[in-house]
């Protein structure tokens, strides 16, 4: 056997293995454009380590409510305090990244800047952490969200799966948990209440919110007033047309 044939050998079975990552990443994210997941890979994660770490039986909390029974001004308060370019960018803000990258270089720390379009696929389809290889993932799949899905369905997926709370996943089960009432009631308040615990909920709690909770709660609230009340959300319609 030739030198080149001993080399294309390897070479073939690296492509083979990436025409079939491609494939499966390409279809699984289309099967969830359609398919509403019961279960996200970070729910999953915590799910197991709280089991090795033997807690007792560990359960998760979570309910998918449809984008119809959703609140606007519950929607518009995530959007608010997570990701308010989400209407406009594809999928990365490179603003924010740019702000993010001069905050360190001043001196500052290093803040996240990922979009709503990256938690989603990071919540959906991968583990925490912040290793290269979950970021390289996360830009993938993000790329394709933002080209098979709209972006009423990316927000819808999002507010499905983000924690709000120890064990507790999605607008459907925080509503009842926190607020003991369907998502389809909770009120502007509670909304931006539970947008503020979105960055951290290990640390900003719902059950009890702190002073500091309260206070991030006020300034989404104002957010959501400047970018036009509810009516923001129309420009996630127009961005597909």
């Given at each position: ?65 449809d984008?119809?029974?959703?609140p ?9 305090a ?10 990365f ?16 720390g ?22 290269f ?53 909770i ?55």
């Open positions: 056997m030739s030198a080149r044939r001993k080399r294309a050998g390897p070479l073939r079975w690296v492509a083979r293995l990436m025409l079939v990552f491609l494939l499966l990443s390409v279809g699984l994210v289309a099967l969830f454009r359609w398919v509403d997941p019961q279960l996200s890979a970070v729910m999953i994660q915590h799910w197991v380590a709280a089991h090795l770490e033997d807690k007792g039986r560990p359960y998760i909390y979570h309910e998918w409510v984008w119809e029974r959703i606007g001004s519950l929607a518009l308060a995530v959007l608010a997570e990701d308010q370019r989400f209407p406009s960018h594809r999928g803000d490179f603003v924010e990244l740019r702000k993010a990258v001069e905050t360190y270089q001043e001196g500052g290093l803040r996240g800047a990922s979009t709503i379009s990256q938690q989603t696929a990071k919540n959906l389809f991968l583990w925490s952490g912040r290793d290889l979950r970021k390289g993932l996360e830009a993938w799949l993000t790329l394709l969200m933002e080209a098979l899905w709209p972006k009423e369905r990316i927000l819808e997926v999002y507010l499905n799966v983000a924690q709000f709370g120890p064990d507790t996943y999605g607008v459907g089960a925080a509503s009842w948990r926190f607020f003991q009432r369907p998502v389809e009631a009120e502007p308040g509670q909304a931006a209440l539970m947008a503020a615990v979105l960055p951290n909920p290990k640390i900003y709690r719902l059950a009890q919110p702190s002073a500091k909770v309260h206070r991030r709660a006020a300034r989404i609230a104002a957010q959501m007033r400047n970018l036009g009340g509810v009516r923001y959300l129309e420009k996630l319609s127009q961005q597909q047309s």
